[in-house]
């Protein structure tokens, strides 16, 4: 500021920001890895919680150009959960993602959520390299990464899995035949579901 280069300030301030989000990242995931307490599950909105996941990393998605293809139902859809452990689980596998497209010419990230049945699914995919065969058995352990030290700690995909697994869900992977990820969280639906 002083030296009157209002562009070096911000870009300076659009990297703290950014790496201000990723500490916030890590935090969050180690509080939750050494916790380790059983949490309550009530009854959530699945909606609110993936558009506050989607709010966390708006700043990658711009910065990063990925498109976004986020299709939720306009209805209000109740499962077993709680809206911070949710959010963290969404946030995990959406910059997960975002992370695994990096140098890639196409970067789209789509979100799909199924209620047709009984339970649940929410769909998160990417269009990156899609899970290493042969780390595909590892990447739900702790501290399993194959991102620079510094950059991963390996602790997003065991976290979410321990959360979901709490709320009575599954995570489950596979690659598309096209390319790409997809992670498919099941959910219990809060309550009964309405009969059409
Ligand atoms: N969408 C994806 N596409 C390709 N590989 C993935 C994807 N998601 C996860 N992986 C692989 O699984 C590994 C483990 O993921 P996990 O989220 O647990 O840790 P991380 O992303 O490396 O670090 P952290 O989440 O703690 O920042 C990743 O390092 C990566 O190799
Ligand atoms: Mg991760």
Redesign the pocket.
């Known amino acids: 500021m002083d030296r009157k280069q209002p562009e070096s300030v911000n870009s300076n301030l659009e990297g703290i920001s950014e790496l201000t989000e990723r500490m916030a ?2 935090i969050r ?1 180690l509080r939750t890895y050494a916790r380790g307490e059983p949490v309550e599950a009530r009854p959530t909105s699945l909606r609110v919680a993936i558009e506050e996941a989607l709010n966390l990393l708006e700043v990658r998605f711009r910065e990063e150009a990925v498109e976004l293809d986020a299709k939720l139902p306009d209805k209000s859809i109740e499962v077993v959960g709680g809206t911070v452990r949710l959010q963290q689980v969404f946030v ?2 959406i ?3 975002i ?2 497209m990096q140098g890639c010419t196409q970067r789209q990230l789509s979100i799909s959520v199924d209620d047709s049945e009984d339970k649940v699914f929410v769909k998160i995919s ?1 269009t ?5 065969e042969e ?1 595909r058995a ?3 352990d702790p501290f ?4 620079k030290v510094g ?10 899995y321990g959360i979901i697994n709490q709320f009575g869900g599954q995570i489950e ?1 596979h690659n598309k035949e096209a390319g ?2 997809v ?1 498919t969280v099941t959910l219990q639906r809060a309550g009964k579901k309405k009969a059409n």
């Not at 990156?128 to 290493?132: R, T």
């Open positions: 990242h890590i995931n995990n596998l910059s997960n993602g992370d695994a990417d990156g390299p899609g899970i290493n780390d590892n990447i739900f399993f990464s194959t991102k950059e991963g700690t390996g602790l997003g995909l065991s976290i979410s992977t790409g990820a992670f």
